[in-house]
């Protein structure tokens, strides 16, 4: 998956995890009251906030 905002999903953003007292992945993104409108009424194409997870990025530094 590239870094593409229009082809960003949740699954791959580094905001996306899991909350033990929900049981299920949330957004770790503070929205504002009319950015969380939009995202529920899926008037976005995007995340603005979307980047890239990646695991690796570390190990790459030590290298």
């Known amino acids: ?3 593409n905002k229009n082809t960003c999903t949740c699954e791959s953003c580094e905001f ?3 909350d ?3 049981g299920d992945y949330i957004c ?3 929205l504002d009251e009319d950015e ?4 529920l009424n899926k008037n976005t ?4 906030y979307y980047r890239f ?3 690796y990025k570390s190990v ?3 290298n």
């Open 60 to 62: 790459r530094k030590q």
């Open 45 to 48: 194409n995007s995340c603005p």
């Open 36 to 39: 969380m409108a939009d995202f």
């Open 16 to 18: 996306y995890g899991y």
């Open 53 to 55: 997870y990646d695991e």
């Open 20 to 22: 033990d007292d929900y």
């Open 1 to 3: 998956m590239s870094n």
């Open 28 to 30: 770790n993104v503070a």
